[in-house]
């Protein structure tokens, strides 16, 4: 017999500390989950990327090859590479395992702000500051891009790879989803230097802010606002800002030491964490659970929806 | 967490601090600070593992630094001297009583103390005996007191959920005892004979046994090869003793193992059999009892048919080795091992094998054809070339594989053309080989040599044949000649070379030179002519020639062709296809801008201050994702056959900064029309503006291309103008500078709605704009190479503007009787006066031809007014250059007609922008530019304010002429809704 679902439990946000990683490698620039939320990728100042365990907060491997600052790093679904882009203008591909270059890719005019993997991995989707996204193949050791996207008038802050779209946040103040299956790209205007753009976990909308101090909630096919997020501060860094994994808030960095978390409907604040009283400069969320990371000066801290007995046993091991 | 469960790391201990990436790398410890202290702190020595170890006394001997003192014997009469019993401890140094010394001293389980458990096989044996001992349950107490150690392997079976007494191996389902079924026939050796009862219970429980349960197999004991040594015969038993005591079966059996008969009877390796005996005393070969009913099974059947009769039948793999054993033995282990998992968990560290491991089948070796002999002869490698065919066939026949018959093609076999045809690729241009390169002549010759080769390598090379080869080859160029000289007779000399030369396939008639592109149809006709050279007709130039030509013209052509194409031919292509083609051409004038250009931003700015987001800050472009893109994404191509990649690009002209400056570079322009209408003549620094206006030359150019092709209408216009002014002249008081223009745009403007509709149509159907092109090219050429005409150019905008705006009437003219047209021209005399100073200039350039020389030229296309004597038209273009920009749209300027006050003013300004348009000669298109840009910009965004609210449009044309009036509201906003439109299909057409 069919037993009625049980009620909803309200969403749970993740405030407890759980762990404070002291990476040890400069200021952090952006910290990553891995695809499936059990790795942390943090990318430092002093020119490495580390890969830690995020149960246990212990450090399994240093990558080091980039001539400078490491800007933003992405892994594979399989967890079995990683790319990383750095202010060296190189984008590198990395061999998890061995920790050696597999692919340096090199083409962008100026530092390369973000990258992302598709999902198979096969191309690597990375915008520079030069105002261009370059798709690179994995597949293949050709080194020029596959496409260049030089649409943009300012340097490219974020990018995204969905199944079938790129969405490029840029400075000149617009959100560009090239849409592969289309075959048509879509500007949105916004106004205002954009630091971050995401898609919603159901491929509906899309997350920019900017540097206005605002994350806006975009539907995807129409352009047409959703919502408007404000109260954080933003008006200098490139901060990230994300979406919890089941679509119910809407999360941003803040120049304040806080991360805001809103909620997606509403559009009030439901939590203000806070981090430290320097600014948050990236975070990131948990692919499928209440946990969150965020990046503030030389440290990561992990945060979850429980203080859990089983991580500090662990941690007591 | 999560983790923790996917997660199998184990960690041991502290994690070592991360190795800091400058932090230089640890020295090794030297081998003299490898120190060694005993545990009272002091250093140890070691003196070599043979020689004393760490202990080796002082200085490698016995004893210490006094020396070594053997034990003293001392006895005396109170103390006498007992017997020494010297131990080996006695000798042995304390480290040797340690731990790990030779003779610990520490209480560790004796091997007596064990009871021998770990022998399984010795224990199997125990536990049947105590099962066929006469009094059961021997071991029971055994059992029960188990010793502590086990051997590893048997506490890693455990661990794997093994239980003493199961067998070894995975678990599987409960079977159907089948087994017992199809021996129940069969006598067997058993005597634990589980109860009839229980029996029957089993196989109730068997109904209701889950299918996911399953059961460790029974421990078998294959065979047991006790030797027989008694006198009794094959397969005799003895008494039974628990039934020859009870006589009732299963009754009297106290056995501990009841519960698990199961168990009992998979000891025995064997079921019980179905049916047994009611009771009294039973054995083999012991008759019948006096009990027994039946006088069945009294004696032991064996049947054959449980034996194998064949060595290795069907049984492969059942541990038995060629065994040949009762059937129900062989049949133990079958599909036991194949879906099985056990039930205990895996070892940790351990996985189950996903496939078990393979059992290596030999094979046994072939066998040799009788005729065989172990030796290999290298057959010679047949080379075609330098062999005579006669023998390189024999060879290859001898050989056994023809050419032919290597069809068998794998993948990797096949060359690059074959796998290009596979992938659909077009094969590339160039010479397939440098063969294709050489000249027909220097082919032949190296046939000659080559033949001399095969000759000379398959005999001696003689003088004759030499003299022979070259004799052919003298003969043959011969021959070529003569039939060359034959060839050419009908066609011009050298036409053979030409079409030896196209016809190579280097040639590529597309990318060739093209002489005569001034002529078209000429071009055309030396197209074909390549063409069919390329295919290799003789007859190419007859045929290609126009036969409607006169001979003598034909003759030239037929030269020119000729000759133009030795000049061309692909000799030189052949080389030139090594190379390949720029794909972008050097165009220093033109640069590629993207042709979809995005939204004014200024509006976006507001919508978005407004948060109006959606459709006015959203543009969408078509997109052109890389071929290989979409391959990674795993999607189709949305643009299968264009071979463009991101945004579709136009070509537009380098030197106008706007292509690089704005980003709306095409939509002010469409503001330029209305720049014109409500730019005013007023101030000075309404100037630049205006001289900026001819720069809008291309669009300018186009309507007024646009507008000449309609002839009929021209001509109707022309006329209706010729008329107008002919009837006006007398009525205006004015000089007659343009008395023309008059008439017209009271037309326009009196126009009822309809014809202003089908106005609107006619510029939409318009014809493309290479028609236009195809015309008026050669005259636009001129226009633009000459910059000493740039009045003339500012006149050919006007009067294409104004043209425009003629169209108009066209369709009343058409559609009315001409005599409608008297009309305007009375509606005209009365603006005449007041208008005419002001507007007439704007309608100069078309008039002046009317004018000046004669009513005639009326029906000339404009582009030609440059070529009028300069003298009448200077004048008059000044005006135009003053009032050009002004010239008021049809609707809103034509009604303004008091506006007598601008006079002065127009004339006033017209000497500045005179010296001004002098002095800026040079620079001026970009100037123009510019400054057409600017306007356009701020006319853009009055546009649209305008369409929603027409007063507006009058309050800016008022900015722009004061003479406006007010009379003309609707009108005016009619007229530029109707310019927006015009505009649009202007610039959908442009970019078409």
Redesign the interface.
């Known amino acids: 017999m069919a037993f009625p679902l049980p009620r909803p439990q309200p969403p749970q946000l993740p405030h407890h500390l759980l762990r404070t990683v002291d990476c040890?490698q400069g200021a952090i620039r952006a910290v990553r989950f891995n695809a499936d939320g059990?790795y942390i990728l943090s990318c430092g100042g002093?020119k490495?990327l580390r890969l830690w365990?995020?149960?246990?907060g212990?450090?399994l491997k240093?990558y080091?090859g980039h001539g400078y600052e490491v800007l933003d790093a992405d892994g594979a679904f399989d967890n079995s590479h990683i790319c990383s882009c750095s202010s060296d203008k190189t984008v590198i591909l990395w061999d998890v395992a061995s920790g050696l270059v597999s692919r340096k890719l090199r083409g962008h005019a100026g530092k390369v702000n973000c990258v992302r993997f598709?999902?198979?991995a096969?191309?690597i989707v990375s915008g520079s500051i030069d105002g261009s996204v370059r798709?690179w193949?994995t597949?293949s050791r050709r080194p020029e891009p596959?496409?260049?996207?030089?649409?943009a008038r300012d340097g490219v802050s974020s990018v995204k790879v969905s199944?079938?779209e790129l969405l490029s946040g840029s400075v000149d103040g617009r959100v560009r989803r090239?849409?592969?299956?289309?075959?048509?790209?879509?500007?949105?205007?916004?106004?205002s230097p954009i630091t971050c753009v995401c898609f919603s976990q159901d491929g509906q909308c899309t997350l920019s802010s900017s540097l206005d101090s605002a994350v806006?909630l975009?539907d995807k096919s129409?352009?047409?606002?959703l919502g408007?997020y404000t109260g954080h501060k933003n008006t200098s860094y490139k901060l990230d800002c994300c979406l919890s994994h089941k679509d119910t808030h809407v999360l941003s960095c803040s120049e304040d030491g806080y991360v805001y978390f809103w909620d997606l409907v509403e559009g009030s604040v439901s939590l203000k964490l806070p981090v430290g009283k320097a600014t948050v400069q990236s975070l990131s969320f948990h692919p499928s659970?209440p946990r969150l990371l965020t990046a503030m000066e030389g440290s990561v801290k992990v945060w979850g929806a429980e203080p859990?007995d089983?991580?500090e046993d662990?941690g007591q091991? | 967490m999560a983790d923790s469960d996917t997660e199998d790391f184990v960690t041991y201990g502290t994690p070592l601090d991360p190795i800091e990436e400058d932090e230089p790398l640890k020295k090794p410890v030297p081998l003299h600070d490898q120190t060694v202290k005993d545990e009272k702190g002091r250093f140890k020595r070691f003196h070599g593992a043979f020689t004393g170890g760490f202990s080796a006394g002082y200085f490698n001997t016995v004893g210490s630094k006094e020396g070594w003192a053997p034990s003293t014997f001392v006895s005396s009469r109170q103390q006498k001297a007992g017997k020494v019993n010297s131990r080996p401890e006695d000798f042995m140094d304390d480290e040797d009583f340690s731990e790990h010394g030779i003779a610990p001293r520490e209480i560790t389980t004796t091997e007596d103390f064990t009871s021998g458990r770990q022998d399984t096989i010795r224990d199997k044996a125990r536990a049947l005996n105590s099962l066929v001992a006469p009094i059961p349950g021997d071991t029971v107490l055994e059992d029960l007191i188990a010793p502590a150690r086990t051997s590893v392997g048997v506490e890693m079976l455990k661990k794997m959920g093994w239980k003493e007494g199961q067998g070894i191996g995975p678990r599987a389902k409960r079977k159907p005892r089948k087994q017992n079924v199809a021996e129940a026939g069969t006598r067997i050796y058993s005597c634990a004979l589980p109860p009839n009862g229980s029996e029957e219970s089993e196989e109730e429980e068997d109904e209701y046994t889950p299918e996911n349960v399953t059961f460790a197999p029974k421990d078998v004991m294959p065979i047991d090869f006790t030797p027989k040594d008694d006198p009794h015969g094959l397969g005799y038993r003895g008494l039974d003793p628990h039934q020859a005591l009870t006589g009732l079966p299963g009754m009297g059996h106290i056995d501990l193992f009841t519960l698990d008969s199961d168990r009992t009877s998979n000891l025995l390796g064997t079921g019980g059999p179905k049916h047994r005996r009611k009771g009294g005393i039973s054995g083999e070969a012991f008759g019948v009892g006096a009990l027994e009913d039946a006088d069945a099974d009294i004696y032991d059947r064996d049947a054959l048919s449980n034996y194998d009769s064949v060595l290795g039948g069907e049984e492969p793999g059942d541990g038995l080795f060629g065994w040949t054993a009762p059937a129900q033995y062989n049949k133990k282990t079958k599909g036991s091992s194949r879906d099985a998992s056990y039930l205990g968990k895996i070892l940790e560290g351990f996985t189950l094998a996903s496939q078990a491991s393979e059992i290596k089948t030999i094979f046994p070796p072939p066998e040799l054809p009788r005729n065989y002999r172990p030796v290999h002869y290298f057959r010679p490698v047949v080379d075609l070339a330098s062999t005579s065919p006669m023998v390189a066939q024999v060879l290859m026949e001898s050989k056994g594989h023809m050419p032919q018959q290597t069809q068998e093609k794998g993948r990797h076999q096949l060359d690059a053309s074959q796998r290009r045809d596979l992938l659909g690729e077009s094969s590339l241009t160039g010479p397939a080989s440098v063969f294709d390169l050489l000249d027909n002549k220097d082919k032949e010759r190296l046939e000659g040599i080559r033949r001399l080769a095969g000759v000379g390598a398959s005999g001696a090379m003689t003088e004759e044949r030499r003299a022979a080869v070259v004799a052919a080859g003298v003969a043959a160029a011969a021959a070529k000649a003569s039939q060359s000289a034959l060839s050419s007779l009908p066609q011009t000399p050298g036409s053979e070379e030409v079409l030896s030369a196209w016809r190579s396939p280097t040639a590529d008639t597309s990318r060739s030179f093209r002489p005569f592109e001034k002529n078209p149809p000429k071009q055309a006709r030396y197209d074909q002519y390549i063409s069919k050279l390329k295919q290799g007709h003789k007859d190419a130039l007859e045929s290609s020639l126009d036969g409607s030509m006169t001979e003598w013209e034909r003759g030239r052509e037929r030269d020119e062709f000729v000759r133009a194409a030795m000049l061309y031919k692909p000799s030189s292509s052949s080389l030139s296809s090594r190379f390949t083609r720029a794909k972008h051409e050097d165009n220093e004038d033109m640069v590629e801008v993207a042709q979809e250009q995005e939204g004014d931003v200024n509006d976006k700015q507001s919508a978005v201050k407004m948060k109006m987001f959606g459709k006015l800050t959203r543009d969408t472009f078509e997109w052109h994702p890389d071929k290989l893109l979409c391959k990674r994404f795993n999607i189709p191509d949305p643009y299968p056959g264009s071979g463009l990649v991101g945004l579709p690009k136009v070509k537009k002209d380098k030197y106008s900064v706007f292509n690089f400056l704005t980003l709306t570079d095409s939509r002010p322009e469409s503001g330029g029309p209305m720049g014109a209408q409500s730019q005013p003549d007023s101030s000075p620094l309404a100037g630049p503006p205006k001289r900026a206006e001819p720069g809008k030359k291309s669009r300018w150019d186009m309507s007024e291309r646009a507008g000449q092709p309609k002839d009929a209408l021209s001509e109707f216009l022309s006329e209706a103008r010729s008329e107008a002014s002919t009837s006006q002249q007398p009525a205006s008081s004015q000089p007659a500078p343009a008395p023309s223009l008059t008439p017209e745009p009271p037309a326009l403007s009196q126009l009822p709605p309809e014809t202003q509709q089908l106005q609107e149509e006619e510029e939409e159907s318009r014809p493309p704009m290479d028609l236009f092109k195809a015309i008026f090219a050669s005259s636009s050429d001129e226009k633009s190479s000459s910059s000493s005409e740039d009045n003339s150019e500012e006149e050919d905008d006007e009067d294409g503007h104004r043209q425009m705006e003629l169209q108009p009437p066209g369709p009343l003219n058409t559609g009315m009787d001409p005599s409608a047209l008297p009309v305007p021209s009375s509606a005209a005399p009365g603006a005449a006066p007041g208008a005419a100073p002001g507007a007439a200039p704007g309608a100069a350039p078309g008039a002046a031809p009317g004018a000046a020389p004669g009513a005639a030229p009326e029906a000339k296309p404009p582009p030609e007014q440059p070529k009028l004597p300069a003298a009448p038209s200077k004048e008059q273009r000044q005006e135009e250059e003053e009032f050009g920009p002004k010239l008021p749209p049809p609707t809103s300027s034509w009604p303004q007609l008091p506006a007598s006050s601008s006079v002065p003013q127009g004339d006033a300004h017209k000497k500045k922008c005179k010296e001004k348009h002098k002095s800026k000669k040079e620079a001026k298109k970009k100037h123009k530019k510019k400054h057409k840009k600017h306007k356009g910009k701020k006319e853009k965004k009055k546009e649209k304010k305008k369409k929603p609210i027409p007063e507006e449009s009058d309050s800016t044309s008022d900015g722009s002429a004061d003479s406006d009036s007010d009379a003309d509201d609707l009108p005016g906003s009619i007229s530029t809704e109707q310019l927006l439109t015009r505009l649009k299909s202007l610039r959908g057409k442009k970019y078409e």
Not at chain 1, 53 to 56: D, G, I, L, Q
Not at chain 1, 181 to 186: D, N
Not at chain 1, 222 to 225: H, I, S, V
Request: some cysteine; aromatic content about 6%; overall charge negative.
């Open positions: 040890k059990n002093d490495t365990s995020a149960s246990r212990t450090l240093t080091s598709n999902e198979e096969t191309v798709c193949d597949r596959i496409q260049v996207l030089d649409e199944e079938y090239y849409d592969l299956r289309m075959g048509q790209l879509h500007v949105d205007f916004i106004n806006r975009l129409t352009g047409e606002m408007e659970e859990e089983t991580v662990q091991q």
